[in-house]
């Protein structure tokens, strides 16, 4: 049976967990006559090249930007969404250091949250600062997930060195601004009710000081007639 070894487009979508055990099925019938292919072993295959082309329209399309990334910081995927917004070529983004796209602190704050992550929990939902297409800041919502970890930390479940992680991020720069720009209107609503407070305090004082100033003129009025009786 002649069957082609997967190719990068045919296995994109899949976890390398998923990629291994895809080379192994077709490992195994490369070695096998055709009528003594299993059968189990081809709907298996057939499975995952049907999984893989539902993946891959998947993250072709969606609006998301969907990225992938190596402990050490080089980007390994970016879907069209990425190079939309980026405004690059695949190719220019491929192989780039994720600390291009983040602000001057933004690589260590990710590093931190990244080496949180382990196998028993491998996502964590986070908002950060990035860089935009000209270099002007972005805020994003990311859902970091740790997609491959390490081998030789298996044992210890802890992800360091050589792990892989892919991010699901959405562009809040808007609503980030709404919610700047009603922050800044509450903070100065509160002043102004501050300040007017503060106005109708020093009015009650001054019509407190003119009333008591009145009723001393009357007092003085009233001695005043009472002398001249």
Not at 51 to 73: I, K, N, P
Not at 189 to 218: C, M
């Amino acid at each position: 049976m002649a069957v082609e070894s997967p190719s990068a487009s045919s296995t994109e979508g899949l976890t390398p967990a998923e990629v291994q055990e895809l080379q192994e099925l077709y490992e195994l019938i490369q070695r096998l006559p055709g009528e003594r292919a299993p059968a189990r072993a081809l709907t298996l295959l057939q499975h995952f090249e049907r999984r893989s082309a539902r993946l891959r329209a998947v993250v072709h399309d969606q609006a998301e930007l969907v990225f992938r990334f190596h402990a050490g910081g080089r980007v390994t995927f970016v879907n069209p969404a990425c190079c939309r917004y980026w405004r690059r070529e695949r190719v220019e983004l491929l192989g780039r250091p994720v600390q291009s796209l983040l602000p001057q602190d933004g690589w260590n704050r990710l590093l931190r949250t990244a080496r949180q992550l382990t196998r028993t929990k491998p996502v964590v939902e986070l908002q950060t600062r990035v860089l935009g297409a000209a270099g002007e800041p972005r805020y994003h919502e990311w859902t970091l997930r740790l997609i491959r970890a390490r081998n030789d930390e298996q044992a210890q479940n802890v992800v360091v060195g050589g792990a892989e992680y892919q991010v699901v991020a959405r562009d809040v720069t808007g609503r980030q601004q709404q919610q700047q720009l009603l922050a800044q209107h509450i903070a100065a609503r509160r002043l102004a009710e501050s300040e007017l407070r503060s106005d109708l305090v020093d009015l009650q004082e001054q019509l407190d000081r003119t009333e008591a100033e009145l009723q001393a003129a009357r007092e003085q009025l009233v001695l005043l007639g009472q002398g001249g009786s």
